[in-house]
């Protein structure tokens, strides 16, 4: 998939998960709105992963250890053939529903239960440990929330990462500055998140997280350092709604139907100059 249709897939699939959140009256808004580009750039332009060889043993594993983002991960894993489309819009946050607020297993293409934040870091570490003493080539993928960094988890996850040398092991911190009771420097500050995760034996790479291009560039890049990778990427929460970019309360929000409408004529107005480009 070339770049253009990146940046066209991102914003159609944005427009959806607006769409499942705001028809089910639950989700976190900006969130999803924040990591979109992170997760279209792995799905379609990164990972080897596909709805065909879920059960080969040597295929990239991802984790989302910030799951209460999973209405976008839903939406992607719709749009690839992994689970109906309409099952999702009818069952989303239903009764008896798998279609849950967080990420579960008992979804096609989601490995892990996530969403206790701190957790996913030690579940990537874990799965690409078991890839270095089984010479896979598996690499893992673990996203997790800039606000989450304050989990002392992440930090012994991180510790055993370097002592381990897990070059198979990519993590990616959403870095918008925000989380849902305020800016993270002011809940609990955890800058500078380069320099810490150097100290840890980490190979720091950082890049514009809505910038799905430089995304495939950054997260495709071979990695000879023999350390774990760590990208901070730095977005935008609320990403693509002009109303809800950078505002803390947008973490939680659900859209009136005046917000509601205004953001689908956003939106569609961005794949309209896309489509002219």
């Not at 594993?61 to 719709?78: D, F, M, N, R």
Request: hydrophobic share 35%.
């Amino acid at each position: 998939m070339n770049t253009l249709d990146l940046k066209k897939k991102a914003v159609q699939l944005r427009k959806n998960t607006w769409q499942l959140i705001y028809n089910h009256k639950n989700g976190h808004t900006g969130s999803c709105l924040s990591c979109a580009d992170i997760l279209v750039a792995l799905y379609y332009g990164v990972m080897n992963q596909t709805l065909d060889n879920l059960n080969d043993p040597d295929i990239d594993t991802y984790i989302q250890s910030k799951g209460h983002a999973v209405e976008i991960w839903y939406e992607i894993l719709a749009d690839k053939g992994y689970i109906k489309q309409e099952d999702l819009d009818n069952g989303y946050s239903t009764f008896n529903t798998p279609f849950i607020g967080h990420p579960t297993t008992e979804i096609k293409g989601m490995e892990f239960h996530t969403g206790s934040l701190g957790h996913g870091l030690g579940l990537g570490v874990g799965v690409a440990l078991a890839s270095k003493m089984n010479h896979s080539k598996k690499r893992t993928f673990v996203l997790m929330g800039d606000g989450e960094q304050a989990e002392g988890s992440i930090w012994e996850a991180a510790m055993a990462a370097g002592n381990y040398n897990l070059d198979n092991l990519i993590a990616i911190v959403d870095h918008n500055e925000l989380q849902i009771s305020g800016t993270t420097n002011t809940v609990m500050r955890s800058n500078p998140l380069t320099d810490k995760y150097r100290a840890f034996g980490w190979d720091v790479q950082e890049v514009n997280g809505n910038d799905v291009e430089a995304l495939v560039e950054i997260l495709s890049k071979e990695n000879n350092t023999n350390k774990p990778r760590v990208i901070i990427a730095h977005t935008v929460k609320g990403k693509g709604v002009s109303f809800a970019e950078n505002r803390a309360d947008w973490h939680h929000k659900i859209p009136t139907e005046e917000e509601y409408q205004k953001a689908l004529k956003e939106f569609d107005a961005q794949m309209e100059a896309l489509e002219n480009e």
